[in-house]
């Protein structure tokens, strides 16, 4: 079973920083798309961020110029640099990746998530 662990949230003031890590126990080569997706309580979760295998990174408008996702195939890991952060950032980050099967069906796999807060 595929397992995906974030770590790096945590409370910051706005105007700051923190970057987000994902490791990953496969090969993330194996993904054709990998990201994050973020929730606030009461809220379907909306994609910030993903990163395909090959091409062009895509981020959701509310964050665009502000973060950055980086997926390191040697390390297994995918990161969210996160800059100029403001409270309507704050919600819990969540890791992760899209495979297809054979049969052409996507799964998708998911981390526990981690909880960023932006507040003074």
């Known amino acids: 079973q595929v397992q995906l662990v974030e770590s790096g949230g945590g409370l910051v003031q706005p105007g700051g920083s923190l970057r987000l890590s994902c490791a990953v126990s496969?090969?993330?080569?194996?993904?054709?798309?990998m990201g994050w997706y973020r929730q606030v309580p009461g809220n379907q979760r909306e994609l910030v961020a993903s990163?395909?295998?090959?091409?062009?990174?895509w981020y959701a408008d509310s964050v665009q110029g502000r973060f950055t996702a980086f997926r390191d195939n040697a390390k297994n890991t995918v990161e969210l640099q996160m800059n100029s952060l403001k409270p309507e950032d704050t919600g819990a980050y969540y890791c992760?990746?899209?495979?297809?099967?054979?049969?052409?069906?996507?799964?998708?796999?998911w981390g526990q998530g981690t909880q960023v807060t932006v507040s003074s």
């Open positions: 496969e090969s993330i080569f194996s993904f054709p798309i």
């Open positions: 990163i395909p295998r090959y091409g062009s990174r």
């Open positions: 992760y990746g899209e495979r297809t099967t054979p049969s052409g069906s996507k799964v998708n796999y």
